[in-house]
Structures are given as structure tokens and as C-alpha cells.
């Protein structure tokens, strides 16, 4: 076990977080003990989640040998290298590698480029943000008519990419490498539930979205999930490695944290600094050179108390989770109390109300996207 550091380079001390990973879960242990948090650790998924099925990873890959490959769709580095490896082992990589490399690649981020890569496979594009639906926008609005599409699925089912791509005129091969399972012993994670709702973590991390559709099908079984919810909309930070992972939140109105690079060292660092800071009250700078400060209930704009109703109260909460990120109104829409959330209409009347308690110009419209808090310039 590592020596505990120096009191004053503990910024976590007195702070505690869970943890859903079932990989890498010792490192991020390390890594939030060393900066003194203490930690649940309640495994979302099996620690071996990943299981290829043999017997219909053949079958799909001879799918897809059995004819021309115009464009394949890679989403996840781990899938494209067990299926290459598979490949190996049957004495079909040179053909598979060679039969894919004549197609339009297209990456989702840079651990399917490296998969890639490492295999002489070269893609044409990827994304910067790292996520599928950004290699799905890049696709829309081309005629796909007659085009052959090979996408490897990333432990959950894209039945519904497919049939949108079938859509456009496309024919759509799923490979699917592996399929993600959840943990074996469940108790961990029905107490780490407990402790969501009893406000006893100050934080829960979240590595892979399958961790976050886990813990709310968990939550849902014991009846605690709305429970879980408001303990995330109020007390509870919701930390994501990154935004791929934060958007499986977005359905059920759960404000999250996220780094700007997808990895596990980042996401405990803006923990380091995101937790303390909400502890002593969470300050943002607007623009026009004002002063938002929230400190448990109280909201103090320049100083001077602010009340605002449950609604804009609840919106507010969802924009400063990321300020100056854009938040979907059906996110926003989500995290209104119940009873309020009939339609958007009910988030634009949210919105109309926290404009007029902060200024009309302190939360900004970005037009078929959503609304973000107009946060002053980085410096100012």
C-alpha cells in the first residue's frame, strides 16, 4: 500500500468518493487515496465484463469476408483488438486485415486508431471529441445507398445505428466482439445506492456508460432510483471520465463533471479541485464581470441572496455542474421537479425565470442544441 502523503498535498482528505470500475479500479483507488479521499468501491460490471462469444464472432466475421466491405465503423480499441486478435488465432488475420483495409474507416477515438494501427489498419477520420455520435453526424446526410457497412459493436447492442444507417440505403453488418455483464455479487452496488441517497459519498465515478445504466437498473430494483436521481441533481457529484460516459446521464437529468481529455488521471484531477471547491461554496464568474456563488441552498449573485423557485433552481443546478457547456433541453427537462416537467415549454419557462432573478443575459440559448451559462472569458 502506498505512504500516505503530506496532509497539505491532500486536497480529498475528508472527502468520500465511490467508485462503479470493475477495470483499473485498484490504479483509481491509488490515485484518489493518495490525494487522502477515502473510497467505496462498488464494481457496476463484472470484473471480467467483456466475454466474447467464439462460436458468433466467427460467424460474423465470415459475414462479413463474404463480401466487399465499403465503410467500417471501429468504436472501441479494446473490441476492434480482440476481434483482430480472434482473427489471429483462426488464422484469418493477413485475409480480415487485408479485406478491411480496401473500406472507409472510421474511428471513433484514439484507442480504435491504435487498435488500428497496430495492425496496419489506417483510418480515414475520427472525431476529436471521441464520441460515436459525432461518427454518426459525419454520416448523416451522405447517400448511403448500396454501400456495405461493417460496424463492431462496443459490448452493448447498436441495433438502432444500424437500422438508421439501413435508413440512408446502407446494408449493415453488426460484429459483435463482446458483450458487457454485470457484476456478479450485486450487494456492493445496492450499498453504494444507500449511500448515493443517504448523501454519505461526496462523489461517484463513472469510467464506461454500461457502469451508469448498471447502477440505475440496480436502483430502480430497490425503488431508490428518483432517490438517486435527486442525489445527483443536489449533493452528489457524478464525475464521468469523459463525455461519451456523461451522456448516458443525460435521460434521467443527471448533472456531470467530465474532463476535457477522456482519462482516468484527469477526471480524479478535476475531482481534486471540483470537490473542495463545492465544499466551500461553488463560485463562477459571469460574464459582464458578475459573481455566482452557491453554498448548499443559498445562491448569492454579487453578494446579494438570490431565491429562485424549484424549477429555475433545478436548471440552474444542471448548467453549473459544467458551466459554459451546453446542456440539451431534455436534459434540463429531465431535471425538473416533478410534476413540473410536462413539455420544454416548462424548461424555457425555467429558464425565463432564473434570466429574470440573474440577468437576462447570464444564461445564453445555443439554437437546436440547448442553453449554457454565459461564464466569464478564462482570465477575466
Known sequence: ??????????????????????????????????????????????????????????????????????MLLVTTGI?????????????????????????????????????????????LWAPQSESFDDVLEHLRGRDLTGRRIVVQEHGQ?????????????????????????????????????????DREVDAVTFTAAPAIAAL????????????????????VIAACVGPVTAAAFEMWGVPTIYPDRSRLAAMVRQLETELP????????GLAGGHQLLLHGDDILLDGVEVRLSPAPAAVLQALVANPGNVVPRQALLAALPSGTAGSEHAVEMAVARLRSALGTRAVQTVVKRGYRLAVAPTGA
Do not use: C
Open 1 to 70: 500500500m502506498p505512504a500516505a502523503a503530506p496532509a497539505e498535498t491532500q486536497p480529498l482528505a475528508g472527502f468520500r468518493v465511490g467508485i462503479t470500475a470493475a477495470r483499473k479500479a485498484d490504479e483509481q483507488m491509488v490515485l484518489l487515496e493518495r490525494r487522502g479521499a477515502s473510497v467505496v468501491w462498488a464494481p457496476a460490471l463484472s470484473i471480467e465484463p467483456n466475454h466474447v462469444d467464439d462460436a458468433s464472432l466467427r460467424a460474423a466475421t465470415d459475414e462479413v469476408l463474404s463480401e466487399k466491405v465499403d
Open 79 to 123: 473490441g476492434m483488438k480482440a476481434w483482430l486478435d480472434r482473427a489471429e488465432e483462426w488464422g484469418l488475420l493477413d485475409r480480415l486485415t487485408e479485406h478491411l483495409g480496401r473500406a472507409e474507416i472510421l474511428a471513433r477515438g484514439p484507442k480504435s486508431v491504435g487498435a488500428l494501427r497496430r495492425r496496419g489498419l489506417r483510418e
Open 157 to 197: 447492442s447498436l441495433s438502432m445505428v444500424a437500422h438508421a444507417l439501413r435508413r440512408q440505403g446502407a446494408s449493415v453488418v453488426t460484429v459483435t466482439v463482446y458483450r458487457v455483464e454485470s457484476a456478479a455479487d450485486p450487494e456492493p452496488m445496492f450499498h453504494l445506492i444507500d449511500q448515493i441517497v
Open 216 to 235: 440505475m437498473q440496480a436502483a430502480g430494483s430497490t425503488g431508490r432510483r428518483d432517490e438517486v436521481v435527486s442525489a445527483f441533481q443536489a449533493d
Open 277 to 284: 471547491s463545492r465544499r466551500a461554496g461553488l463560485a463562477v
